[in-house]
């Protein structure tokens, strides 16, 4: 099967995988950007699939289709734990700071 063949043959199933991904996110982003993220993944899967290898294409797709979207969320959004820390650092707030009840910031978090 030729790369473009492969791609048209998938193209649904990459989109389904940007769909479910989209909502597990709470569609927090937008979902163009997203689907387009999937079929990238789903073309270099198409480019690189070995067919002499015993992977059939569907599980070496979701994978690449899975990572091409988590890496343009990555891209987009930027490290998670790195952002909190940011704002945090900004906000001049210390994760030994104290909340009402005298817990600190640090111990809930973790609890």
């Known amino acids: ?9 998938y193209r649904d ?3 389904r995988c940007a769909n479910r991904e989209w909502a ?6 937008l ?3 997203i689907e387009q993220a999937a079929l990238i993944g789903l073309w270099n899967a198409a480019q690189r ?3 002499t290898r015993s ?3 569907r599980a070496y797709a979701h994978l690449r289709v899975k ?5 343009w969320l990555r891209d987009e959004m930027g490290h ?14 210390s994760l030994e700071t104290r909340d009402t009840q005298g817990e600190r910031l640090k111990d809930r978090i973790q609890g």
Do not use: C, T
């Open 13 to 15: 199933f990459a989109l």
């Open 80 to 93: 998670p734990a790195r952002n909190k820390q940011l704002y945090r650092e900004r906000q001049g707030i």
């Open 1 to 9: 099967m030729s790369v473009s063949e492969l791609f048209e043959d």
């Open 49 to 51: 699939w070995d067919s």
């Open 67 to 71: 990572g091409a979207i988590l890496d």
């Open 31 to 33: 979902r163009p950007e």
């Open 24 to 29: 597990r996110r709470n569609r927090r982003h």
């Open 55 to 57: 992977v059939p294409f």
